[in-house]
C-alpha cells in the first residue's frame, strides 16, 4: 500500500487546512484509515481515525471539534479537515493504515501554525 499525503503548509491561529491522503489499494474502502502527527521532539500521536465499514470516527481530545476527518472511497482519499488551528497543532502530519498485519505510512506533511 502507498499513502500520499498532501495539503499542509503554514497558516496562522485560528486558520483551516484540509489535509488529503490518497492510496494506491486495490479495496481501498475495506481499510480502517488514521491520521498521525508528530510535532519535534515528540512522540508520534493519534489524531483521528475513520472505519472501513460504517464510516465510524474517533478522535484524541486535543481535537475534538475542530478536526474532522473524511473518507471518499471512489477516490481512495481520506481527509483531515482541521479548523481553529493553534500553535500546537504544528506536526509533520501522517496517514496510516494496517492491512493483514503489514502497516503502511505516508511520508507525511509538514503543518505549521504560527502568525
Known amino acids: 500500500v502507498q499513502l500520499v499525503e498532501s495539503g499542509g503548509g503554514l497558516v496562522q491561529p485560528g486558520g483551516s487546512l484540509r489535509l488529503s491522503c490518497a492510496a494506491s489499494v486495490f479495496s481501498f474502502r475495506s481499510y480502517d484509515m488514521s491520521w498521525y502527527r508528530q510535532a519535534p521532539g515528540k512522540e508520534r500521536e493519534l489524531v483521528a481515525v475513520i472505519t472501513s465499514v460504517g464510516g465510524s470516527t474517533i478522535y484524541a481530545d486535543s481535537v475534538k471539534g475542530r478536526f474532522t476527518i473524511s473518507r471518499d472511497n471512489a477516490k481512495k482519499t481520506v481527509y483531515l479537515q482541521m479548523n481553529s488551528l493553534k500553535p500546537e497543532d504544528t506536526a509533520v502530519y501522517y496517514c496510516?493504515?494496517?492491512?493483514?498485519?503489514?502497516?503502511?505510512w505516508g511520508q507525511g506533511t509538514q503543518v505549521t501554525v504560527s502568525s
Open positions: 496510516k493504515t494496517i492491512n493483514k498485519g503489514v502497516t503502511s
